[in-house]
Each structure stands twice: as C-alpha cells, then as structure tokens.
C-alpha cells in the first residue's frame, strides 16, 4: 500500500469568494450560446430527441453552475520555502509545485466583470508549457503584491542568490 504524500504548507491561500459571481456569470453566458440555439433548432426541425439533448445539456449546465462555489473554493496556493504550491479541483484534483526560479513570467489578467468586483487573475508561465498556471479571483493588491514577490524570488534563485 502506498503512503499519501504530505505537503508541507505553512499555509493556504484561497481565492476570493467574489469569483463565484464571475465563473456563474461565464457558465450563464456559454449556456445561453449553446441552448438558444439548440431550442430553435429543436422546435424548427420538430424532432423530440432534439429536445431531450437540449434538456440534458440544460441539466449539465445546472449541476455545473451548482456546483462552482465548492470548486471555486478549492481553489489555492501556498508559497514555500523553493516554490509555489497551486491546488485546485473536487473530484479531479490538480497539485503542481512551481520552482520559483523556474517562473519566466508573471502576468495580471482582468476581465470586464471581474475588474468590475475589483479581481484579477495571476498567470505563471515557466519553460515547460504543461506546467502553467493561472489562479484566478485575486483581489488586485492581492494579485500585484503577490506578483511583486514572485518576480523578486525568481529573480533571485535564477541568479542563485
């Protein structure tokens, strides 16, 4: 049997609980692309498979729009001593450690609603493309300070100081 791996983190950083409002109002708005169409469709053509697809895919968008504000609360990092810890998923859950010398790049991002509520989201971007990572819902001090800190580290353990 193996032994689950412990990380040791000082401590968890979440998200702010305002992102729930941005990530229901993107599902709200790709649904709405996906079923105003599918419903003209269905009642032009007639078929009664057309709208049971249309109902399912309604349903789909429900559970999902239910479901974000526990996903939107899984969502965190952690910086540690060499790198920074991200975490996010419910039932598929993604950890990646991020060396701090590694970062190439940190980037702010602000959409039209989540500038509104006064969020941003953070983007690292390291040599190897798989390990991205983008926390979105920072409050912007939040986002700029933690940017800041992060650009001085990697800068730092690039020079090997």
């Known amino acids: 049997m193996t032994e689950r791996l412990e990380l040791p983190v000082a401590e968890w ?14 599902y709200i708005i790709f649904a709405a692309m996906i079923l105003v169409p599918a419903s003209i469709a269905s009642f032009w053509i007639g078929f009664w498979w057309m709208w049971a697809i249309t ?7 429900l559970v999902t729009i239910i479901f974000t504000p526990r996903r939107v609360k899984s969502i965190g990092y952690a910086l540690r001593d060499d790198d920074l810890l991200f975490r996010r998923g419910i039932l598929f859950q993604r950890f990646v450690a991020i060396p701090y010398g590694r970062m190439q790049l940190v980037d702010i991002n ?6 509104a509520l ?5 983007k690292f971007v390291t040599a190897a493309a798989a390990s991205g990572v983008t926390i979105p819902g920072l409050p912007e001090q939040d986002a700029e300070e933690l940017r800041d800190t992060l650009v001085t580290l990697a800068e730092s353990r690039r020079a090997g100081l």
Request: charged share 20%.
């Open 118 to 122: 006064g969020l941003s989201e953070l």
């Open 13 to 26: 950083h979440r998200v702010s609980p305002k992102y729930v409002v941005v990530d229901v109002v993107g």
């Open 110 to 115: 602000r959409g039209p609603l989540a500038r």
């Open 55 to 61: 109902a399912a895919l309604g349903v789909v968008f």
